[in-house]
């Protein structure tokens, strides 16, 4: 009886060797169920993973017996999974499953597929969800050219390896593979800014594709002319579909332009790898001029009568004290109800919201989305935290191109002549670019839910000098593109809107903002490359946000004993706690207050103009 259990269970061991599956794919299996991506606009989507010949020749003649995956939403319906030598054409296999879920999850096909001679193999899935679901799932790791693909609008599929999303998150399910080492090299990013004379340590990612873990492996790399250097990495344990960080020595480039880096992987656990295909990445980054200046834009939703958008502008004041960024700030006053200020154009920028709800106040950063925030558009709630990462995202990405503004003010005729010049250095990769020109106005006194009757409203956009979608361009590597504008400056401003209400104009706090942007039916297909701004004035000229506001000479704050001592010519001075409620107001001058212990922004109204400042007590 013995022998017989002893037999048995040999039989079941050997069974459950022989049914092993192995999980095939390019994820390291990171997923957060709030971090769900869609990727156009329609109700259909759809994700796909690529097997290169190279790829197939380890796994042939085995099973493919289903496919694991995780998704966004379980709200979503008519999800097929596939294997195609070819996306879009006819499937090899399809199988129509339910049960998405928001953690990894098994699909097993109904009839295996066993991998022959193909010269490629995609798994994929396709399924349909509400525009207010986010289904797909990234790792967010580095991306691989030509591994994960999404599907797109007219059943199209693009690969999203540069997109910033990492990985799908999808894996095929194959049986009785046998063991292999296998380390993929991953893309290296060439979307990242880089100028001459400063610093960078450039970073890689490689990805464990094989069955075994790696303990060790050798980098070579090279960057522009100087002599390969090889790095061994040892002592560390790399398991199937883990990734693995490195960091390269700091490198600096003297001079602007292309720079060639050339990186490979070898001597993997001290041999060959299974496939050396994907261990070599050969990447052009562009060294852009040490004196190269790159705005990022800010835009702001707000509306008079938003109670809630005072504190949400000092949240905006506060981050831009503290970021090294140069901002252009631009305010719509729409999201919330029309006001004096609503111009036309302010409602068409609402589609940046992408999801049928509008809501103040609220930013954008570059027309960008910032996936991390898990909105369904560019526009995002406020707060510093989303700010701040945002601004940060958008500071690392290339602007592409340089935009210079000329202006020339005619004080008797109030005519403004502006040339607007943009330099490509590097062509963007969108099929439109567009150059948006806008007049804005800061520092406008006008009433303010939660703000008072003298409210200074910053920045405000007083209408388009092209469409509101701005003006097709062509752009030419290492070429200029020059346009003249001309405009007349009114002494007030009407409401395009409603035609109603009328904002006196003030020479002193007109600006011209032009930036210059891909453009897309898809709200999150608008991304800004690079912007200026420039006063209305007869020199000319450009400035960043620090060259917007009174010198803050002129206003003197100081903490003496516990006591802010305010000092110059103010008429009027607020106080705000870092919660953004109003703490202290004064109509005239005042020589010194006490506050709490904590910290605080001080706003003074010099000359029309707004000094901001933060202090801290301590007690």
Partial sequence: MKKIFTVLCLLLVCSAVSIAQTKIGYSNGEFNRSDGL??????????????????????????????????????VK?????????????????????GAATNWKDFTFDTPYVV???????????????????????????????????????????????????????YLLVEDVDPFTDLCLKTF?????????????????????????????DVTY?????????????????????????????????????????????????AVDADMSDNVDNSTIFIYPSDMEKRILLEGFTGQGCSNCPAGHRVVEGVLEETAESIVEVFHHAGYQPDSFTMTEDGEYCRFYNDGTYFAPALMVNRMLNSDLGTLGPIFGVSD???????????????????????????????????????????????????NVFVVQDSVIAMQSSGGDRYVHRYAFRGALTSAWGLSVTLEEGKDYIREFTYTLPDAIKSTYENKYSIPTDLNNMYLVAFVSSYSSDPNGCTV?????????????????????????????????????????????DVYDMAGNQVGCWNAPVESFTLDAGFYIIRAVCNGEVVSQKVAIMK
């Fill in 189 to 217: 990013s060439v979307s990242g800014y880089y100028k001459a004379e400063n610093a960078y340590k450039y970073t890689g990612q490689v990805l464990n594709f094989g069955t075994q873990s790696v303990k060790s492996f």
């Fill in 78 to 98: 008519n999800l097929n999974f596939f294997l195609t030598k070819a996306l879009g054409q006819q499937p090899l296999y399809e199988q129509s499953v339910s």
């Fill in 529 to 573: 490359y690079n912007s200026n701004i420039a006063k209305f004035s007869d020199k000319g000229g450009s400035v960043g946000i620090e060259g917007t506001s009174t010198d803050k000479a002129s206003v003197h704050v100081y903490v003496n004993g516990g006591r802010v001592n305010v000092q110059g010519d103010y008429s009027q001075l």
């Fill in 38 to 75: 869609r990727i156009g606009s329609g109700e259909k989507q759809g994700l796909a993973i690529k097997l290169s010949k190279e790829k197939l020749q380890l796994l042939k003649g085995k099973k493919i017996v289903g496919a694991s995956a995780v998704f966004g939403t379980r709200n």
């Fill in 385 to 435: 935290k989303n700010l701040e990462g945002t601004i940060d995202k958008a500071a690392a990405i290339q602007p592409y191109v340089s935009v210079g503004i000329e202006n020339k003010f005619d004080n008797e005729t109030r005519e403004l002549k502006s040339t607007v010049k943009v330099h490509t250095y590097v062509m963007p990769d969108a099929d439109i670019n567009t150059l």
């Fill in 222 to 270: 090279q960057i522009g002319d100087n002599e390969p250097v090889a790095y061994s990495f040892t002592g560390i344990n790399i398991a199937p579909n883990e990734t693995f960080d490195f960091e390269l020595p700091e490198y600096i480039s003297l001079a602007s332009g292309k720079l060639p880096i050339k990186m490979s992987v070898t001597n993997i656990d001290g």
């Fill in 116 to 170: 022959g001679d193909e010269t490629e193999l995609y798994l994929g899935y396709t399924l349909e969800a509400s525009t207010s679901y986010r289904p797909l799932a990234f790792d967010r790791s580095v991306g691989i050219k030509g591994s994960s693909w999404a599907y797109s609008e007219g059943d199209t599929w693009v690969d999203v390896y540069d997109n910033g999303f990492g990985c799908a998150d999808l």
